[in-house]
């Protein structure tokens, strides 16, 4: 009977072992919820492997705690909890570093081995600045004119970087306060900007060619929109509800202005269905508009284009094999790229279907996008990734793959959080954001031919 009561006393004993808190970043759970947590949501996103670990290791521990609580029941002294007490401790430290690291580590970080590779002769580097994070048309205008946006360490500290020669302007944005979305750029230092008013809580736009201007006509609502500049630099436009509508669906309309007189152009668009619209561009030499659009039915992304009518021209482009957003989709040409803007635990990837190849490539599993670029040619394609874990250590990369064949040309891994941007300078040039953990610089390379 004593026996019996001791094993019976160890195994009460050792449930406590699923009472230990795991404290993660935003929550606290016990063991054993997280483990039913886990049985709960097993799926692609979460294995039954991972989930046979995480159990494995529970019982493991329990069994270790049954076993020291038995040694105790059976023939209790004081000197035989010390080994339980010496558990807790233990227990707690291999609890949250398995729970929290290592095991969702084996499953949600891939290793990536791939080396360093391509030697390519250095153009010229720009110390102490990155290549900027700005809006633009999705038509790769910047890499047809060789030019790319850096930016410094002080507010709106900008710089035109141009080829051939590494010309470098600044863009003199003199008002100084934050903008508060990513400035509109065209080639020739040329942009759409905004300031914020603290006085008036009110968004000011502004215009910059050689210098900075108020927008003549500014939005009705400045606050809630977020204009574009036609591809000629002459016109803002903006996409906007039908002022006066208040019935859902609520129409919308395209708003185009002239930077230079009065006129206005007024475009409806489709009645309001099952899509989201995004305003990319504004052709108005060929008096087309480009736009994302979502079908939310479908779940399918494309590029739309209509004429100043509202009428749709020619077929939408639309990306296959991933989930663009608005700023995750470029067009080269006659062809695109695009990449998937948000992936919840699967590996993220980008696709490109271009005149010389198409292709898909796989992001290493544990790893985000931070930014893609094209060649104005359609030859080749530029990606940087970055951890999307807090969690394991994975070190960045910068990389530009053939897109015949997918071929990795070039490569560079970085530090963790580097968050390189890419861009191409014309065709054979191509530049990035080398990080070394202090100092930021831009570097120009030249593609062998």
């Given at each position: 009977?004593?026996?019996?009561?001791?094993?019976?006393?160890a195994?009460?004993?050792s449930?406590?072992v699923?009472?230990?808190?795991?404290?993660?970043?935003h929550?606290?759970?016990?063991?054993g919820?997280?483990?039913y947590?886990?049985v709960?949501r097993?799926?692609p996103e979460?294995p039954?492997a991972?989930?046979?670990?995480?159990?494995?290791?529970?019982?493991?521990l329990?069994?270790?705690?049954?076993?020291?609580?038995?040694?105790f029941f059976?023939?209790p002294?004081?000197?035989?909890l010390?080994p339980l007490?010496a558990?807790?401790?233990i227990?707690?430290?291999?609890?949250?570093?398995a729970?929290l690291?290592?095991i969702?580590?084996?499953f949600?970080?891939?290793?990536?081995t791939?080396p360093?590779?391509g030697?390519?002769?250095s153009v010229?580097?720009?110390?102490d600045m990155?290549l900027?994070?700005?809006?633009?048309?999705?038509?790769?205008?910047?890499e047809?004119?060789?030019?790319?946006w850096?930016s410094?360490?002080?507010?709106?500290?900008?710089?035109v970087?141009?080829m051939?020669g590494?010309r470098?302007?600044?863009?003199?944005?003199?008002h100084?306060?934050?903008?508060?979305?990513?400035p509109?750029?065209?080639p020739?230092?040329r942009c759409l900007?905004?300031?914020?008013?603290?006085?008036?809580?009110?968004?000011h736009?502004?215009?910059?060619?050689t210098?900075?201007?108020?927008?003549?006509h500014?939005?009705a609502d400045p606050?809630?929109v977020?204009?574009?500049l036609?591809?000629?630099?002459?016109?803002v436009?903006w996409l906007?509800?039908?002022?006066g509508?208040t019935v859902p669906?609520?129409?919308?309309?395209?708003?185009i202005?002239?930077l230079?007189?009065d006129?206005?152009?007024?475009v409806?668009?489709?009645?309001?269905?099952?899509s989201?619209?995004?305003?990319?561009?504004a052709?108005?030499?060929?008096?087309e508009l480009t736009?994302?659009e979502?079908?939310?039915?479908?779940?399918e992304?494309?590029l739309?284009?209509?004429?100043?009518?509202?009428?749709q021209?020619?077929?939408p482009?639309?990306a296959?094999?991933?989930?663009p957003q608005a700023?995750?989709?470029l067009r080269?040409?006659?062809?695109?790229?695009?990449?998937?803007?948000?992936?919840e635990?699967e590996?993220?990837?980008?696709?490109?279907?271009?005149p010389?190849?198409n292709?898909?490539?796989?992001?290493?599993?544990?790893?985000?996008?931070?930014?893609?670029?094209?060649?104005?040619?359609g030859t080749?394609?530029?990606?940087?990734?970055?951890?999307?874990?807090?969690?394991?250590h994975i070190q960045d990369?910068?990389?530009?793959?053939r897109?015949?064949?997918?071929?990795t040309?070039?490569?560079?891994?970085?530090p963790?959080?580097a968050?390189?941007s890419?861009a191409?300078l014309?065709?054979?040039?191509?530049?990035?954001?080398?990080?070394d953990?202090?100092?930021?610089?831009?570097?120009v390379?030249?593609?062998?031919?």
């Amino acid at each position: 009977m004593d026996r019996r009561s001791a094993l019976l006393k160890a195994f009460v004993a050792s449930l406590g072992v699923y009472l230990i808190p795991v404290i993660g970043p935003h929550a606290l759970w016990l063991l054993g919820e997280h483990l039913y947590s886990g049985v709960a949501r097993s799926g692609p996103e979460h294995p039954l492997a991972w989930t046979a670990v995480e159990w494995a290791l529970a019982i493991s521990l329990q069994a270790v705690a049954g076993t020291l609580s038995y040694w105790f029941f059976a023939r209790p002294r004081w000197w035989r909890l010390l080994p339980l007490a010496a558990c807790v401790p233990i227990f707690f430290v291999l609890v949250e570093w398995a729970y929290l690291l290592a095991i969702p580590s084996r499953f949600l970080i891939e290793q990536d081995t791939a080396p360093e590779s391509g030697d390519w002769k250095s153009v010229c580097a720009v110390a102490d600045m990155s290549l900027a994070t700005v809006r633009s048309a999705p038509d790769v205008s910047l890499e047809h004119a060789g030019e790319a946006w850096l930016s410094g360490t002080g507010v709106n500290d900008y710089t035109v970087l141009a080829m051939p020669g590494c010309r470098k302007y600044a863009v003199e944005l003199s008002h100084a306060s934050p903008s508060t979305t990513l400035p509109f750029v065209l080639p020739g230092g040329r942009c759409l900007f905004n300031t914020w008013d603290n006085k008036t809580a009110q968004t000011h736009w502004w215009f910059y060619d050689t210098s900075s201007r108020p927008l003549r006509h500014p939005p009705a609502d400045p606050n809630r929109v977020a204009p574009i500049l036609s591809n000629d630099g002459n016109w803002v436009a903006w996409l906007e509800y039908v002022p006066g509508v208040t019935v859902p669906p609520l129409p919308q309309r395209v708003v185009i202005r002239s930077l230079r007189d009065d006129r206005e152009r007024l475009v409806s668009l489709p009645p309001p269905g099952r899509s989201d619209f995004v305003l990319l561009s504004a052709n108005m030499d060929a008096e087309e508009l480009t736009f994302y659009e979502h079908d939310y039915a479908s779940r399918e992304s494309s590029l739309t284009m209509l004429g100043l009518d509202g009428a749709q021209r020619g077929q939408p482009i639309v990306a296959s094999g991933v989930d663009p957003q608005a700023t995750t989709f470029l067009r080269a040409d006659t062809g695109w790229v695009a990449w998937d803007a948000y992936r919840e635990t699967e590996p993220y990837r980008v696709a490109w279907s271009l005149p010389k190849g198409n292709g898909t490539h796989r992001v290493p599993k544990g790893r985000g996008i931070t930014a893609v670029a094209v060649s104005p040619g359609g030859t080749y394609v530029a990606v940087s990734t970055s951890t999307s874990l807090n969690i394991g250590h994975i070190q960045d990369a910068v990389y530009v793959l053939r897109v015949s064949d997918g071929k990795t040309l070039w490569r560079r891994n970085l530090p963790t959080y580097a968050r390189s941007s890419v861009a191409f300078l014309g065709e054979n040039l191509f530049a990035y954001t080398d990080w070394d953990g202090t100092h930021a610089t831009v570097r120009v390379l030249q593609i062998p031919d």
